[in-house]
C-alpha cells in the first residue's frame, strides 16, 4: 500500500542525495514544504531550476558567481598580491564573515583523496600554479582543513609551490578562543604548540 503520494515521496527522495540530509530529514522537509502556501513552493522551485543557469565559476578564483570576475577579484581595493588557498566556496564564505583577510581567493574545489579516485588533476592545482607564476602574486596562504585529506593538499602545494619564488604560509590551527586548554585533545594542543607565535 502506498503510504505517501507519490510526488511528495519523489520530493523525499530528492531531499535526502543532499548532504547531511537523512530520510527522516527530508521527511520533515518534504511536509513543511507542503504545509506552506504554493506561491512560497512555487518560489524554491524558481530558485532551484534558475541556479545552474544563473551561476558560474569566477574564471580566476574559481568561486561560485553570477559575474566573471567575481566580486571579490573584481574589487579593486583588494590585494592581488595575496592568495588564500581554500578547499571549497564555503570556506571562503567563512574568512570573508571576519573581515580580516584583504587578498584574493583560489578555490580548489576538493582536496587530494587518493582512495577516492582525487589526485592533483582532479582539483583546481594547475589553473593555481598558473596563476603564481604571473609575477603578481608575493604570497600563498594554505588555508585548507586540519583533516588528513587537507594536510596532505597543504604538504602537496607547499612541495610544488616551493619551486616558485612566493612567500608560503600556512593558516595557523590550534586552541580555540574561549576555550580552555586542558580541555583540548593532544592532537589540537600539538598543532597549537608547532603553530605559535608572537603575541605582541
Known amino acids: 500500500m502506498q503510504v505517501l503520494p507519490p510526488a511528495l515521496e519523489n520530493l523525499i527522495e530528492n531531499l535526502s542525495f543532499l548532504p547531511g540530509i537523512g530520510k527522516k530529514t527530508a521527511t520533515r522537509l518534504a511536509l513543511n514544504i507542503l504545509r506552506r502556501p504554493s506561491s512560497q513552493a512555487k518560489n524554491l522551485a524558481l530558485a532551484l531550476s534558475e541556479l545552474h543557469g544563473s551561476i558560474q565559476l569566477c574564471s580566476c578564483c574559481f568561486t561560485f558567481s553570477e559575474s566573471d570576475p567575481c566580486d571579490i577579484c573584481a574589487e579593486p581595493k583588494r590585494q592581488a598580491d595575496i592568495i588564500c588557498v581554500v578547499e571549497q566556496s ?19 574545489h576538493g582536496v587530494l583523496s587518493p582512495i577516492d ?10 589553473e593555481l600554479l598558473t596563476r603564481v607564476s604571473n609575477g603578481v602574486v608575493k604570497e600563498v596562504i594554505i588555508a585548507t582543513s586540519s583533516t588528513v585529506p587537507g594536510e596532505a593538499t597543504a604538504n602537496y602545494l607547499a612541495d610544488t609551490l616551493k619551486a616558485i619564488p612566493v612567500k608560503l ?22 598543532k597549537a604548540i608547532e603553530a605559535r607565535s608572537t603575541p605582541f
Open 90 to 108: 564555503a570556506d571562503l564564505l567563512a574568512i570573508e564573515k571576519t573581515a580580516a583577510f584583504p587578498g584574493h581567493y583560489h578555490i580548489l
Open 117 to 126: 579516485g582525487i589526485g592533483p588533476e582532479e582539483i583546481k592545482i594547475k
Open 169 to 190: 604560509t600556512r593558516l595557523a590551527c590550534g586552541i580555540p578562543m574561549g576555550m580552555d586548554i586542558k580541555y583540548a585533545d593532544k592532537y589540537t594542543l600539538a
